[in-house]
């Protein structure tokens, strides 16, 4: 079985019960969310071996967050526990009725965290390299670099690290909290020395200055592939040789964006390392994105086996007659399963 190593920070995130005002809320729900165990839990829904790596502290949060991954079939055993540094922790306040083009918002408290004290010394543990010996794929993201001068030492170390048949993933994953650590230069040589290169395109500009495809791609002329997420309209796959795909989004109704971003580079990742051509992977990508969108939380459940098939074989002309609502594929009021 193909295994996958994604590397990060994971936290325990809060967030009111009742869609309410923080200073409201009386009861808080108890959640786990992070960029790169989002993917590793989508990678290993995807039928891959999955394997997060990372740190924690030695408390409850750090305990929850290690149960929730095993649940989900990811591997834990490069995972390092603080005896001193907390887990981190983030609120995420819901969007108010009373406020519709407000959105939701989130509350970062994570300085200092365990995972902020990765660094070059993390390739050291045994366990560690013995997961990055005999993964197919490794898979970075922006955030961990902006944590920390050591986090970005650890990132860069991996990037520049020969290759050895792996493949490097990088999601840029842009963090308005974390700007001050995320400089235009560092962000752009990190994610140039990947082999595949996902960003939004809302967040490019922020990253690199621009939304213009060409101009990205000068931008990042190393990776072998670059992948821009239109949000709702499409996926767009740049090959360093200058073929391009571009597989439109579903049309679905949105519940909770939160974690599509990463669930979409499960699905698209997951489809690379199978061997699957540009198109079908950002097929994958889009699917699994469409089942995040449609329920609360960093992550939904993919259809059963055969209705991802039927769904992922469609022609072009069924692909754009699906419509995605709670979790369920139809198309002209029935499900798109045979």
Request: glycine content about 10%; overall charge negative; aromatic content about 4%.
């Amino acid at each position: 079985m193909l295994s996958a190593v994604c590397m990060g920070e994971t936290m325990v995130m809060l967030t009111p019960v009742e869609a309410v005002p923080l200073d409201q809320a009386t009861e808080l729900h108890c959640g786990v969310g992070g960029a790169e165990s989002n993917v590793a839990m989508g990678l290993a829904a995807m039928g891959l071996d999955s394997h997060w790596v990372g740190r924690v502290g030695k408390d409850g949060f750090g305990i929850r967050i290690l149960d929730e991954l095993r649940r989900h079939g990811v591997g834990v055993t490069g995972v390092e526990v603080d005896p001193a540094l907390p887990t981190g922790l983030y609120v995420k306040v819901p969007a108010q009725e009373s406020d519709p083009d407000g959105g939701s918002s989130v509350l970062y408290y994570r300085q200092g965290s365990a995972a902020s004290a990765m660094g070059p010394g993390t390739l050291a543990n045994p366990a560690v390299a013995k997961l990055l010996e005999h993964a197919a794929l490794i898979h970075l993201s922006g955030i961990t670099a902006a944590l920390s001068a050591e986090c970005r030492e650890l990132t860069e170390a991996i990037l520049t690290a020969p290759r050895q048949g792996r493949i490097i993933s990088f999601d840029v994953n842009w963090r308005p909290a974390l700007c001050p650590g995320q400089d235009r230069s560092v962000l752009r040589r990190l994610a140039n020395l990947a082999d595949v290169v996902l960003v939004g395109k809302d967040e490019a500009e922020h990253a690199f200055g621009t939304t213009d495809e060409a101009e990205l791609r000068q931008l990042l002329p190393a990776p072998s592939v670059l992948v821009i997420k239109n949000e709702a309209i499409s996926a767009i796959a740049l090959d360093r040789d200058g073929t391009r795909a571009e597989v439109p989004a579903l049309s679905v109704d949105v519940l909770e964006p939160v974690g599509a971003g990463d669930s979409f580079a499960a699905g698209y990742l997951s489809g690379m390392l199978f061997g699957l051509d540009q198109k079908a992977s950002l097929r994958r990508g889009h699917v699994a994105a469409a089942c995040t969108l449609t329920v609360h939380g960093d992550r939904g459940p993919l259809p059963e086996a055969r209705e991802l098939s039927a769904i992922l074989d469609s022609t072009d002309a069924q692909w754009a007659a699906i419509h995605v609502s709670g979790g369920q594929f139809t198309t002209r009021d029935r499900s798109v399963a045979p």
